[in-house]
């Protein structure tokens, strides 16, 4: 079957996209109002002046969405039918004109007010500002961006072949004939390397796959810097930062085993020793990163894990901060974070009965929904530190890669979900 990566990616991002509307519609069936929990109104880098319409949101998404795929999908039917390499090159290429033109064109059409707020929201995240305020928008939208982190390697990898359909190579072949054996060998040696040059992203694809760690690092840090010293949410923050700076282990270390492995650099006599280290310190980081994010989703963006007597997973790091009860006489007495809780809502306090190691209030009746996601993610996030790793080959399996971008879409996508629905039950 004719499905190249630069149509793979296409795909993977319209889905993210119907999956996005997915979100915003369910959401909305069960009474979840994403605009104020989202916070888009109130930043100037994303407003419109065309009004939002909560109800009409995931229609403008879907609609939006369901036109960008009829381009993708002409341009693929296109591409499909030819047979020449470089015509099914400058159809692709077309393609993601065609796309990103219909994305960013300034024209008060076409879904106006969802496009500009996910082109602002893209230009917030990628702005190097330890000082604007972080809101949810920007969290959802970063933590996407993590997912698709790989893609955009393969993205730089379409761009190189673009660049080779738009300025291609001359290669002194004429020359070469007329001179000695070694000139020729030369000659021939800088031809295979050029290429070779759109089959491995190189220290390019490791910055591309490490940037949206970075934006979101760097979200982290400025939340921890805007929070109170010492307070819970500045333990929260930092803990965070931690998270995201522990994928860039994992990151630089499959690069290195690809070096050692795939593309032949440092074969060497201490080519065996490096792969080793190398392959036993990404055993370390990508176990810390799989069950830290594992346990950071279930605890912190989810707010699962409570138990009746009021303790719940999220403690271990960053326990409530305590506050001190109004002074009775000459004694001042500290309210536990249950006790907190029960005064604010009563109702809530007699509810012990919830099922285990969720939440009193949810905005789903079924646990089994919660249950279920828990054990997905776990089971997809150590799927997914499959892909980012070069170690092992899954380019090399029939849409190996592929089918695991389209797992970690949909682990994002249930994430998504109830992330925005714990902000609603809260």
Not at 96 to 115: E, G, H, K, N, S
Request: net charge positive; charged share 20%.
């Amino acid at each position: 079957m004719y499905f190249p990566v630069a149509f793979q990616i296409l795909f993977l991002v319209l889905l993210a996209a119907f999956g996005w509307g997915l979100n915003l519609r369910l959401l909305s069936q069960a009474g979840v109002e994403v605009r104020p929990i989202l916070q888009l109104a109130q930043l100037p880098a994303v407003r419109s002046d065309v009004d939002w319409i909560d109800d009409g949101l995931h229609q403008n998404v879907f609609r939006l969405a369901a036109v960008l795929s009829g381009v993708a999908a002409a341009g693929w039917a296109l591409s499909a039918l030819s047979s020449d390499p470089r015509l099914q090159t400058a159809v692709a290429l077309l393609t993601y004109v065609v796309v990103i033109a219909m994305l960013v064109m300034p024209r008060r059409a076409l879904c106006y007010t969802v496009r500009r707020q996910f082109t602002g929201l893209l230009a917030r995240i990628a702005k190097p500002s330890l000082s604007d305020p972080v809101c949810l928008a920007d969290v959802v939208m970063a933590d996407i961006m993590t997912s698709c982190a790989r893609m955009f390697a393969d993205l730089f990898l379409v761009a190189c072949q673009f660049g080779g359909l738009l300025w291609p190579r001359r290669y002194g072949t004429a020359l070469a004939a007329r001179r000695g054996d070694l000139d020729r060998l030369i000659e021939l040696v800088r031809e295979q390397h050029e290429q070779r040059a759109c089959t491995s992203s190189g220290i390019a694809g490791v910055l591309l796959v490490s940037a949206p760690y970075a934006f979101r690092l760097r979200q982290c840090i400025n939340e921890y810097l805007r929070a109170e010293p010492e307070s819970s949410a500045a333990r929260r923050h930092l803990a965070n930062a931690i998270k995201y700076a522990s994928s860039f282990p994992v990151i630089a270390l499959s690069a290195t085993q690809r070096q050692v492995t795939v593309d032949g650099i440092m074969e060497t006599k201490y080519s065996d020793w490096v792969l080793r280290v190398a392959f036993a310190l990404w055993i370390a980081a990508v176990v810390f990163n799989s069950l830290y994010s594992f346990y950071w989703d279930v605890a912190f963006d989810w707010d699962l894990g409570h138990t009746a007597a009021g303790w719940k997973l999220s403690d271990m790091i960053a326990p409530a901060d305590e506050k001190p009860a109004p002074n009775l006489g000459s004694r001042a007495v500290v309210i536990s974070p249950a006790d907190a809780l029960a005064q604010q809502s009563p109702e809530l306090s007699r509810q012990r009965d919830f099922p285990r190691l969720l939440r009193p209030r949810r905005r789903f009746a079924s646990h089994r929904v919660y249950y279920a996601a828990i054990a997905l993610d776990f089971l997809l996030r150590i799927a997914w530190t499959m892909k980012l790793s070069s170690y092992i080959h899954i380019d090399s399996m029939a849409y190996g890669a592929f089918w695991l971008n389209l797992l970690e879409i949909y682990r994002r996508w249930q994430w998504t979900f109830l992330r925005i629905e714990k902000e609603a039950a809260s």
